[in-house]
Antibody
Framework: EVQLLESGGGLVQPGGSLTLSCAAS????????MSWVRQAPGKGLEWVSG?????????YYAGSVKGRFTISRDNSKNMMYLHMNSLRDEDTAVYYC??????????????WGQGTLVTVSS | DIVMTQSPLSLPVTPGEPASISCRSS???????????LDWYLQKPGQSPQLLIY???NRASGVPDRFSGSGSGTDFTLKISRVEAEDVGVYYC?????????FGLGTRLEIK
C-alpha cells in the first residue's frame, strides 16, 4: 500500500527557515517523480516544486518560491524534503507531498499525503 | 505560465442529475506524444485531493464510471452522469504539459 507521510510543519517567523519531510513507502520510490503542492487556508491548490525520479533528480519550482525553496530526495531512505528559506506570510499553507502516477514524470499525482501545516507569522 | 480557467466556480446539483465543469487553458495542452496533459482532481471536505481523470479522458484507478473527461487542445470538460452525495467537494483541473504545473481555481460542487 502506497503511503506518504509529511512532517516538519509548524510556526515560523517571517524570514525564517523550515524543512519539510515526506516519508514514502509501498512503491519503488527512486523511480518516481515527486512533488510538493500547497494550499493556503481557504484557498485552492498550488504546485510548489517537483523532482524527477530515475536517478536524474532534476528539480523544478514555481516562480513564487524559486530561489527560496529547495527540493531534494534521498532515495536510500525513501525520503523527499523541502527546504524553505526566507519565509513570507503568503507561504502559510498546508503542504502536501504527492507521487506521480507513472515513472515517466507526467505530473499526474495519484497519491497524496495528509499534509503538514506551515504557519508564517510573527 | 499556463493559465487554467474553470467554470462555473460554484455548482449546485440535485442528486441523480448530471453535472458538467468546463476548463480552458491559455495554450494548447496537446503533448508531442498526442496526449492532452490535462487532469482532474476532487478534494472532498477535510481530505487530500484525489486524482479522478488523467490525460484528458482516462479514469484513475477506482474512480466510478459516472465520471468522464473529454476535450482537446485548450477546452476540456468533466462530466458526472448522475451526481451522488459523495461527489461533494472542490474539483480542480490541472495542466501537466510544462512546469510550473498550474491548477484552476476550483469548482465547488454542492448538493441542492
Amino acid at each position: 500500500e502506497v503511503q506518504l507521510l509529511e512532517s516538519g510543519g509548524g510556526l515560523v517567523q517571517p524570514g525564517g527557515s523550515l524543512t519539510l519531510s515526506c516519508a514514502a513507502s509501498g512503491f519503488t520510490f527512486q523511480t518516481y517523480t515527486m512533488s510538493w503542492v500547497r494550499q493556503a487556508p481557504g484557498k485552492g491548490l498550488e504546485w510548489v516544486s517537483g523532482i524527477l525520479g530515475g536517478g536524474g533528480g532534476t528539480t523544478y519550482y514555481a516562480g513564487s518560491v524559486k530561489g527560496r525553496f529547495t527540493i531534494s530526495r534521498d532515495n536510500s531512505k525513501n525520503m523527499m524534503y523541502l527546504h524553505m528559506n526566507s519565509l513570507r506570510d503568503e507561504d502559510t499553507a498546508v503542504y502536501y507531498c504527492a507521487k506521480d502516477r507513472e515513472p515517466d514524470g507526467m505530473w499526474q499525482f495519484d497519491y497524496w499525503g495528509q499534509g503538514t501545516l506551515v504557519t508564517v507569522s510573527s | 505560465d499556463i493559465v487554467m480557467t474553470q467554470s462555473p466556480l460554484s455548482l449546485p446539483v440535485t442528486p441523480g442529475e448530471p453535472a458538467s465543469i468546463s476548463c480552458r487553458s491559455s495554450q494548447s495542452l496537446l503533448h508531442s506524444n498526442a496526449y492532452n496533459c490535462l487532469d482532474w482532481y476532487l478534494q472532498k471536505p477535510g481530505q487530500s485531493p484525489q486524482l479522478l481523470i488523467y490525460l484528458g479522458s482516462n479514469r484513475a484507478s477506482g474512480v466510478p464510471d459516472r465520471f468522464s473527461g473529454s476535450g482537446s487542445g485548450t477546452d476540456f470538460t468533466l462530466k458526472i452522469s448522475r451526481v451522488e452525495a459523495e461527489d461533494v467537494g472542490v474539483y480542480y483541473c490541472v495542466q501537466g504539459l510544462q512546469t510550473p504545473i498550474t491548477f484552476g481555481l476550483g469548482t465547488r460542487l454542492e448538493i441542492k
